[in-house]
């Protein structure tokens, strides 16, 4: 239902849940509340404090270049730049049957991806809920239960009525993992867990291979898998991009984390010159970017509320740059200054706000609700606020807030920009111009970030900011793992696949 701009109404939730508004039309005579006057004057604080220049965004892009040079001469970095064993552009004719599996932040999906050739392919896909203990079990326990999925999904498509198996006696199915998580690794069918990101901490996992420990899991529950490579979505999200439009040159993510990755010439990844590969080859790159800045913190502007949120979290001085522009953190940000403005006797005197003191409650999907209402009164703020919160506010403070939301999620996108600038100053792409295959929920459901990382690209690069757009991606973590999978057989066939 639309909602009224005035009296009562309904709005729909991107949760699924339907929530009834109602609005007061004496509200500021029953509870003392801020000004206007107030509220603006608190406004320009937060404004000085979360805007970006373009002087400093630029700043931004040179220490990020170096960082993305630093990680390609050196191993084990503070922005890794994984090399990833992928080499080189798909040609499109790729065809066949392949399975990916994905291990999300939220969820686990597994994938059936026929491709065509000529940049078309078809998909069935099946998701399965994670819960918050299985990302904190056991590794193994963790691998055991992406392997019950699997099997589940192979029985549900790959048998006929009668329960008879459709595949031939001894046949494999060769699987892409995606694994999006920081992993070293030597071979495309083989990573090492650098560290957990995205809340998850299985325990007994970093520092070991994952691809073994799941092969391990795909061994106890006999499936038909020949597990081909293990990737990272972003470069799944690279290839599938390129595979579907051939000017995809970078792929980025922006959802519960941050990510990107490109396609790097191996004669200037210097930290892997003593694995013999040709240096006429190409190979992509999983940066890793949302360390960028971690633990020194000297490039990327942290308010008092980003240094909160680092602290508290559970990985501290770790993953700067994600901890300023992914989704898990934005709405923690703007909670942080709400509950600082509480405090200081400015916002809800004589309510009660302890639900608003709990951290992360404040779900980055409402500061995308506060930017998109479009009535006068703000109806859908007034509703996240009684409904989640049970607080009465006022016109101004309403304002006040989707200001503060706007000013945070502006922010995301311009320092977005700065790495997408980086990338594309270090590989020469400017002049020429390329298209950006971008993912994740920030990218596709907060309005207007594409518009603001574009305006971001622009303040750094003037007019020839232009050159470089960002899409939509194609399914990078489902087509792209397979279309991965599809290439390493094919290197293999034809004994292309370096032996490292």
Known sequence: MVVSRRGSGSITLPTGQTMAIHTRTHEEEDLPHATKKTMADHLRKYESLFTLTPQRMRMIVEAFKDSLELGLQKPKQIVPMIPTFVFGWPTGTESGDFLALDLGGTNLRVCLVTLQGEGKFEMTQTKYRLTEEQKQDEGQKLFDFCAECLKTFIDTNFTDEDGTSLLKPGELLPLGFTFSYPCYQTRIDHGELIRWTKGFGAKNTEGRDVAEMFRQSIEKYQLPVAMTALINDTTGTLIASHYVNPKTKIAVIFGTGCNAAYMENVKDIEKINDLGISEKDQMAINCEWGAFDSFEHEHLPRTKYDIIVDETSNKPGEQAFEKLISGRYLGEILRLVICEL???????????????????????????????????????????FTHFFAVETTLAERQFFRALAMLIGRRAARLSACGIAAIVGRMGYLDEGCLVGADGSLYNKYPGFADRVHEGLIDVFGEKGNNIKTVHAEDGSGVGSAIIAAMTKARRDVGLYPHV
């Not at 003191?357 to 009535?375: G, H, K, Q, R």
């Open 342 to 384: 509480i405090d200081e006797g400015v916002l809800f005197l004589g309510q009660e706000t302890y639900k608003l003191e709990i951290p992360y409650v404040f779900e980055t999907a409402f500061l995308s609700l506060m930017e998109s209402d479009p009535t006068d009164e703000l109806l859908m703020i007034i509703g996240i």
